[in-house]
Nanobody, 124 residues
Framework: QVQLVESGGGLVQAGGSLRLSCAAS????????LGWFRQAPGKEREFVVA????????YSADSVKGRFTLSRDNATNTLYLQMNSLKPEDTAVYYC?????????????????WGQGTQVTVSS
């Protein structure tokens, strides 16, 4: 049973930074893609970033390129999302997700496992 537990959300002013964590357990994730998605009120869930757990290949939405950085700690199976230069439009619930394999990394429906989400609020 895969479990994904997010932490690190909160309230920050525009221009500030936050780091989200996702603790993954229940599998050996070497053949998995792990990613972050977000959902703002009244909007559909959207892709943010993803990483192949083996190797260094990452994927990013255009809206966060240059501001958000993904990293991982293989020893603890923890995924980190460093968010800098935050904007009010980044306000959303952020979800960690995992899928087996490396195809369709930006598609919400391709992911099999989801965390409970963590709220990020950016004030103007």
């Amino acid at each position: 049973q895969v479990q994904l537990v997010e932490s690190g959300g909160g309230l920050v002013q525009a221009g500030g930074s936050l780091r989200l964590s996702c603790a993954a357990s229940g599998r050996t994730f070497s053949s998995y893609t792990l990613g972050w998605f977000r959902q703002a009120p009244g909007k559909e869930r959207e892709f943010v970033v993803a990483i192949r757990w083996s190797g260094t290949t990452t994927y990013s939405a255009d809206s966060v390129k240059g501001r958000f950085t993904l990293s991982r700690d293989n020893a603890t199976n923890t995924l980190y999302l460093q968010m800098n230069s935050l904007k009010p439009e980044d306000t959303a619930v952020y979800y960690c997700a995992a899928k087996l394999g490396y195809a369709s990394t930006r598609r919400v429906s391709a992911y099999d496992y989801w965390g409970q989400g963590t709220q990020v609020t950016v004030s103007s």
